[in-house]
């Protein structure tokens, strides 16, 4: 974000112009990072115009023949900087004393023999990094040059306008990065292919990838690899404290050990010992954790304390008590601290430290009723405390206000790829943006602002998304709560920065497909996807799942058709290759549901639907042969993860679906079925059988399609008549007679504009083979069209109504309001208080929100709130609700009435953990639902929703009567139709 322009009167200034290109001037005593960096922006800028500057120092001003340069400086190393100081010509208070900030401005006869100059200045290495890299940006070399493909629009000349001077803003967060694990067989077999190793060759790239995000922080792979061994040597490390990247190393690896070292260098009879037990192993423990910090601690490291067990697990197992673990990390944090004053204090006078607060190591945080925590020990006061979200997106606890108030200080572990349970998810991405604005909206405003790191999987397949988690963690005031559309805002300058060549509608479309595609991926994550999860029948569920999987395609298809070679090969890497390898993975088991129910009927069609699976099997692997190819195998075996049909929490055992084949009679034979029903009409001896269609006795229900099937050999033909007689005039059907091989489908339509409010009317159709005949009488009535002036007013269908959370009534808001999320959630819209840091004390004091609906039948009704699976911000509190309802007349005339608590999640809740199938349930299917239930007479009533808790996100309301909704579906009913706003 731009906080001040600085105005001069400006003459422009071209940094190529024609054959002419002006140098990059360093300093010989300059950072070499800053050097090596400089040569990146040499190369950018030749990727532009083709054409490359000299980066020269000093001594090469003396053969300059030039007038203008540009010169790169951090404040404090720099003589040119005191220089231009001393004679007036620069400024530092606007970067000095900073944290990473920088400034750019043109300055007149800054040397002799020299016109003038382009200075990118930065109060430390990092900000002068930022400019520079600010500078590529500018001309068109984006972030994702290289991990993206993206090459930027080629131009003759460059001139800076004076839209480029400026000083930046401190970054919001002051940690940020991302952390690369689960990398086997992906990233793995990537680096061992193109690099060699998980060595610097590798790492270079990921760091120029890194600092072009304006991230600085970042955790390495570690499953196989040891990053202070695999430079070869410490070339890795050296490496990134050159480019000013701030190493860490993950929750489980404390002072600067990569997990696989301990293997390496354990055995008994050595100094280290054989156990990663403090208790049994001390001395040989702090030797290993003595001579990382010898070796590691001149680097530029932030880090991690602690100690957790072996491989991810608890330190003394399961059945061990809090206050035994809290007792022993105290033991081990006091003689790593000390461990660092000692060898790391030296070259850092504040040496950054981070203790990791995941899984188990929360409780050990908080404590429980009889055992104090680690909160609140004063040896922790300069330590940042990372809190971790549940390792699926959703925040576990937050710092409370009494925290917060204490000054420290906190860092937060998100998640865009996972290896665990319930089931991972680490192929593509499946972590929408909006989701991550959310969360880690209410991650910035709870106060946790030192660190932000995010687990990318492989990298690839999730670069665009972590982008977004960057740009908000370095500029919060841009892209976090206050700005509620931030999500399309950024994909919109995502699509324009990478595809600058690109029209506008084509930019759209794209923004479209990479939205779409992961929203998609969201309601169930390709890892847990299977033939059961979407229903083959009620709702259309997977017939409507279906055609927005293929608009993806179609889609993307098209933009893939239209841009030209170099665009091509951009959309391909980022967006087209996920985008239609996960929606064939949908497509898979949206056959193979359709299969299975139509197997259940016994129709001929379940054979097609098995073809187009097996069509999909094989897509897959043309997906996975294409992708291994593209761009000459430049990142070949990114594509192996296994990503069909898990069984288990990982990929063992995987598996295709299970397909049905049905094997049709002789002759022709002809059912008759409703498309979202499963229910068949067939030939009977005596009376035809009835199907009844009273859909459009409601409003908004203006369309029922039927099935006639053929379950035979032979070709079937069919009419369609009126049942004694003449068609009225409101009835339309898609047609009235055909022949069918498998399946036909014919839409029923009314025009209630046709038809009276108040009276029913009814139809008869008569559909025969001549063998065959199946009656369907039909039912309608025309809508009322009431005028509604303050908000949505909801009519039941056939007794139900469900409610979107953004169609309400009426909004009272208080200290805290609620916002509309938009495009966010498994039903398209959210409802959340702000701030977040926001508590209730009472109704009084809540927002609330207030639903309108009218009731048929007198009854007992199950009211369902759908809610986002948010997890508590207070480690062991419940989750409540509150709600309250009344009659319109009530409501209007502000009469008294009762709200009820409803507890969302008991007090034994525990997110993150595969034990508690509350949380496994949650994340899987993403939404959580608690019910109430109601006595209600026929009328009007008003539901209220009070937001007692933060954090909780309304995304849907559903009024059942008769003990809930009677169909199996993931997706559930569509919205009921309402009237007003």
């Given at each position: 974000?731009?906080?001040?322009k600085?105005?001069?009167?400006y003459?422009g200034?071209s940094?190529?112009?024609?054959?002419?290109?002006?140098?990059i001037?360093?300093?010989?005593?300059?950072?070499?990072?800053i050097?090596?960096i400089?040569?990146?922006?040499?190369?950018?800028?030749?990727?532009?115009?083709?054409?490359?500057?000299?980066?020269?120092?000093?001594?090469?001003l003396?053969?300059?023949?030039?007038?203008?340069?540009?010169?790169?400086?951090?404040?404090?190393?720099?003589?040119?900087?005191?220089?231009?100081?001393?004679?007036?010509?620069?400024?530092?208070?606007?970067?000095?004393?900073?944290?990473?900030?920088?400034?750019?401005?043109?300055?007149?006869?800054?040397?002799?023999?020299?016109d003038?100059?382009?200075v990118?200045?930065?109060?430390?290495?990092?900000?002068?990094?930022?400019?520079?890299?600010?500078?590529?940006?500018?001309?068109?070399?984006?972030?994702?040059e290289?991990?993206?493909?993206?090459?930027?629009v080629e131009?003759k000349?460059?001139?800076?306008?004076?839209?480029?001077?400026?000083?930046?803003?401190?970054?919001?967060v002051k940690?940020?990065?991302?952390?690369?694990?689960?990398?086997?067989?992906?990233?793995?077999?990537?680096?061992?292919?193109h690099?060699?190793?998980?060595?610097?060759?590798?790492?270079?790239?990921?760091?120029?990838?890194?600092?072009?995000?304006?991230?600085?922080?970042?955790?390495?792979?570690?499953?196989?690899?040891?990053?202070?061994?695999?430079?070869?040597?410490?070339?890795?490390?050296?490496?990134?404290?050159?480019?000013g990247?701030?190493?860490g190393?993950?929750h489980?690896?404390?002072?600067?050990?990569?997990?696989?070292?301990?293997?390496?260098?354990?055995?008994e009879?050595?100094?280290?010992?054989?156990?990663?037990?403090?208790?049994t192993?001390?001395?040989?423990?702090?030797?290993?954790?003595?001579?990382?910090?010898i070796?590691?601690?001149?680097?530029?490291?932030?880090?991690?304390?602690?100690?957790?067990?072996?491989?991810?697990?608890?330190?003394?197992?399961?059945?061990?008590?809090?206050?035994?673990?809290v007792?022993?990390?105290?033991?081990?944090?006091?003689?790593?601290k000390?461990?660092?004053n000692?060898?790391?204090?030296?070259?850092?006078?504040?040496?950054?430290?981070?203790?990791?607060?995941y899984?188990?190591?929360?409780?050990?945080?908080?404590?429980?009723?009889?055992?104090?925590?680690?909160?609140?020990?004063?040896?922790?006061?300069d330590?940042?405390?990372?809190?971790?979200?549940?390792?699926?997106?959703y925040?576990?606890?937050?710092?409370?206000?009494?925290?917060?108030?204490?000054?420290?200080?906190?860092?937060?572990?998100?998640?865009?790829?996972?290896?665990?349970g319930?089931?991972?998810?680490?192929?593509?991405?499946?972590?929408?943006?909006?989701?991550?604005?959310?969360?880690m909206?209410?991650?910035?405003?709870?106060?946790?602002?030192?660190v932000w790191?995010?687990?990318?999987?492989?990298?690839?397949?999730?670069?665009?998304?972590?982008?977004?988690?960057?740009?908000?963690?370095?500029?919060?005031?841009?892209?976090?709560s206050?700005?509620?559309?931030?999500?399309?805002?950024y994909?919109?300058?995502?699509?324009?920065?990478?595809?600058?060549?690109?029209?506008?509608?084509?930019?759209?479309?794209?923004?479209?497909?990479?939205?779409?595609?992961?929203?998609?991926n969201y309601?169930?994550?390709?890892?847990?996807?299977?033939?059961?999860?979407?229903d083959?029948?009620?709702?259309?569920?997977?017939?409507?799942?279906?055609?927005?999987?293929?608009?993806?395609?179609t889609c993307?298809?098209?933009?893939?058709?239209?841009?030209?070679?170099?665009?091509?090969?951009?959309?391909y890497?980022?967006?087209?290759?996920?985008?239609?390898?996960?929606m064939n993975?949908?497509k898979?088991?949206?056959?193979?549901?359709?299969?299975?129910?139509?197997?259940?009927?016994?129709?001929?069609?379940?054979?097609?639907?098995?073809?187009l699976?097996?069509?999909?099997?094989?897509?897959?692997?043309?997906?996975?042969?294409?992708?291994?190819?593209?761009?000459?195998?430049?990142?070949?075996?990114?594509?192996?993860?296994?990503?069909?049909?898990?069984?288990?929490?990982?990929?063992?055992?995987c598996r295709?679906?299970?397909?049905?084949?049905?094997?049709?009679?002789?002759?022709?034979?002809?059912?008759?079925?409703?498309?979202?029903?499963?229910?068949l009409?067939?030939?009977?001896?005596?009376?035809?059988?009835?199907?009844?269609i009273?859909?459009?006795?409601?409003?908004?229900?203006?369309?029922?399609?039927?099935?006639?099937?053929?379950?035979?050999?032979?070709?079937?033909?069919?009419?369609?008549?009126?049942?004694?007689?003449?068609l009225?005039?409101?009835?339309?059907?898609?047609?009235?007679?055909?022949?069918?091989?498998?399946?036909?489908?014919?839409?029923?339509?009314?025009?209630?504009?046709?038809?009276?409010?108040?009276?029913?009317?009814?139809a008869?159709?008569?559909?025969?083979?001549?063998?065959?005949?199946?009656?369907v009488?039909?039912?309608?009535?025309?809508?009322?069209?009431?005028?509604?002036?303050?908000?949505?007013?909801?009519?039941?269908?056939?007794?139900?109504?469900?409610?979107?959370?953004?169609?309400?009534?009426?909004?009272?808001?208080?200290?805290?309001?609620?916002?509309?999320?938009?495009?966010?959630?498994?039903?398209?819209?959210?409802?959340?208080?702000f701030?977040?840091?926001?508590k209730?004390?009472?109704?009084?004091?809540?927002?609330?929100v207030?639903?309108?609906?009218?009731?048929?039948?007198?009854?007992?009704?199950?009211?369902r709130?759908?809610?986002?699976p948010?997890?508590?911000?207070?480690?062991?509190?419940?989750?409540?609700?509150?709600?309250?309802?009344?009659?319109?007349?009530?409501?209007?005339s502000?009469?008294n009435?009762?709200?009820?608590?409803?507890?969302?999640?008991?007090?034994?809740?525990?997110?993150?953990?595969?034990?508690?199938?509350r949380?496994?349930?949650?994340?899987?299917?993403?939404?959580?639902t608690?019910?109430?239930?109601?006595?209600?007479?026929?009328?009007?009533?008003?539901?209220?929703?009070?937001?007692?808790?933060?954090?909780?996100?309304?995304?849907?309301?559903?009024?059942?009567?008769?003990?809930?909704?009677?169909?199996?579906?993931?997706?559930?009913?569509?919205?009921?139709?309402?009237?007003?706003?």
């Amino acid at each position: 974000m731009i906080i001040r322009k600085i105005r001069r009167r400006y003459m422009g200034f071209s940094i190529v112009d024609g054959e002419r290109t002006v140098p990059i001037l360093v300093e010989r005593e300059a950072f070499s990072g800053i050097r090596r960096i400089a040569n990146v922006l040499a190369d950018d800028i030749c990727s532009v115009c083709r054409k490359k500057p000299e980066v020269i120092d000093e001594s090469g001003l003396e053969s300059y023949t030039g007038k203008e340069l540009i010169i790169c400086a951090v404040y404090g190393k720099s003589d040119m900087l005191s220089r231009l100081e001393r004679d007036g010509k620069f400024n530092p208070e606007c970067i000095a004393g900073k944290w990473e900030v920088y400034t750019t401005f043109l300055v007149e006869a800054p040397f002799d023999g020299v016109d003038r100059a382009l200075v990118i200045a930065g109060s430390d290495k990092r900000g002068t990094i930022y400019g520079m890299l600010s500078l590529s940006e500018y001309i068109g070399v984006t972030a994702f040059e290289y991990m993206g493909d993206v090459r930027p629009v080629e131009k003759k000349n460059i001139a800076i306008g004076e839209d480029f001077f400026t000083v930046s803003k401190e970054p919001s967060v002051k940690y940020r990065g991302f952390f690369i694990n689960d990398e086997w067989p992906c990233f793995g077999n990537w680096v061992c292919e193109h690099f060699g190793g998980f060595n610097a060759k590798a790492y270079e790239k990921i760091f120029i990838f890194l600092l072009r995000m304006k991230g600085n922080y970042m955790w390495p792979a570690m499953w196989s690899a040891s990053f202070p061994l695999d430079g070869p040597g410490s070339a890795n490390e050296e490496l990134a404290d050159e480019l000013g990247v701030v190493m860490g190393y993950s929750h489980h690896e404390p002072c600067l050990r990569a997990s696989e070292e301990w293997d390496k260098v354990r055995g008994e009879g050595t100094k280290y010992g054989n156990a990663w037990n403090y208790a049994t192993n001390r001395e040989g423990l702090i030797n290993y954790w003595r001579d990382a910090l010898i070796r590691s601690g001149r680097y530029d490291n932030l880090i991690t304390i602690g100690m957790r067990g072996e491989r991810d697990t608890s330190m003394l197992g399961d059945d061990s008590s809090i206050r035994d673990n809290v007792e022993l990390l105290k033991e081990i944090i006091t003689k790593q601290k000390e461990l660092i004053n000692t060898y790391v204090k030296p070259y850092r006078d504040k040496p950054p430290m981070l203790l990791a607060l995941y899984k188990e190591v929360e409780q050990y945080y908080y404590g429980d009723e009889e055992n104090e925590g680690l909160c609140e020990w004063s040896e922790l006061d300069d330590v940042i405390c990372m809190l971790c979200e549940d390792n699926f997106g959703y925040t576990r606890t937050l710092p409370t206000e009494r925290m917060r108030n204490t000054g420290k200080r906190f860092g937060m572990y998100y998640h865009l790829d996972y290896h665990g349970g319930p089931v991972s998810y680490e192929w593509v991405d499946s972590t929408p943006f909006s989701l991550i604005w959310e969360q880690m909206s209410q991650v910035y405003d709870s106060g946790i602002r030192d660190v932000w790191i995010v687990n990318v999987g492989d990298l690839k397949f999730h670069e665009v998304p972590l982008s977004y988690f960057m740009s908000m963690a370095y500029d919060y005031d841009k892209w976090g709560s206050s700005n509620s559309d931030s999500y399309h805002q950024y994909i919109e300058k995502w699509s324009g920065e990478n595809f600058a060549a690109a029209d506008t509608l084509i930019r759209k479309k794209i923004d479209f497909v990479l939205n779409e595609y992961m929203k998609i991926n969201y309601l169930r994550r390709p890892e847990s996807l299977n033939p059961q999860i979407y229903d083959g029948c009620s709702f259309n569920e997977a017939a409507e799942l279906l055609k927005r999987a293929d608009r993806v395609c179609t889609c993307a298809r098209e933009v893939y058709n239209i841009l030209d070679r170099k665009d091509k090969e951009a959309f391909y890497s980022m967006v087209y290759y996920p985008a239609m390898a996960s929606m064939n993975n949908v497509k898979l088991n949206l056959y193979a549901s359709l299969n299975h129910h139509y197997a259940s009927q016994g129709r001929r069609i379940a054979n097609k639907y098995r073809k187009l699976a097996e069509n999909c099997m094989a897509i897959d692997k043309e997906y996975i042969n294409e992708f291994s190819e593209f761009m000459d195998g430049k990142w070949n075996g990114m594509q192996l993860a296994s990503h069909i049909g898990f069984t288990k929490w990982n990929e063992d055992g995987c598996r295709m679906p299970v397909l049905c084949e049905v094997y049709p009679v002789d002759g022709s034979r002809m059912n008759v079925s409703r498309s979202d029903e499963p229910a068949l009409y067939d030939k009977v001896y005596g009376a035809p059988r009835v199907m009844t269609i009273d859909d459009f006795l409601y409003p908004g229900e203006n369309n029922v399609r039927i099935e006639i099937a053929n379950d035979g050999r032979e070709i079937l033909s069919y009419t369609i008549t009126g049942n004694g007689m003449e068609l009225p005039g409101w009835l339309k059907l898609s047609g009235t007679e055909g022949e069918v091989q498998d399946l036909a489908e014919v839409e029923i339509s009314v025009d209630k504009s046709l038809l009276c409010e108040d009276c029913e009317s009814r139809a008869s159709l008569k559909i025969s083979d001549g063998v065959t005949t199946v009656i369907v009488d039909i039912r309608a009535k025309g809508e009322n069209k009431e005028s509604v002036s303050d908000g949505c007013v909801f009519t039941a269908q056939k007794n139900t109504t469900i409610i979107r959370a953004d169609h309400y009534y009426r909004l009272d808001n208080t200290q805290a309001e609620f916002k509309v999320l938009a495009d966010y959630g498994k039903y398209g819209a959210g409802l959340k208080a702000f701030p977040v840091t926001f508590k209730a004390g009472n109704y009084e004091e809540a927002p609330r929100v207030t639903y309108c609906f009218d009731v048929e039948k007198p009854a007992e009704y199950v009211i369902r709130f759908f809610m986002t699976p948010s997890n508590p911000f207070i480690k062991g509190r419940a989750f409540t609700l509150a709600y309250s309802i009344q009659t319109k007349e009530e409501y209007d005339s502000a009469q008294n009435h009762k709200v009820h608590d409803v507890e969302v999640l008991p007090k034994d809740y525990r997110a993150g953990e595969n034990s508690d199938i509350r949380w496994c349930e949650g994340v899987l299917s993403q939404i959580r639902t608690v019910d109430v239930k109601e006595g209600l007479e026929r009328g009007r009533y008003m539901l209220t929703v009070y937001a007692m808790e933060p954090g909780m996100v309304l995304q849907q309301i559903g009024i059942y009567c008769d003990g809930g909704e009677s169909k199996r579906s993931y997706l559930g009913r569509k919205e009921t139709e309402y009237i007003g706003k």
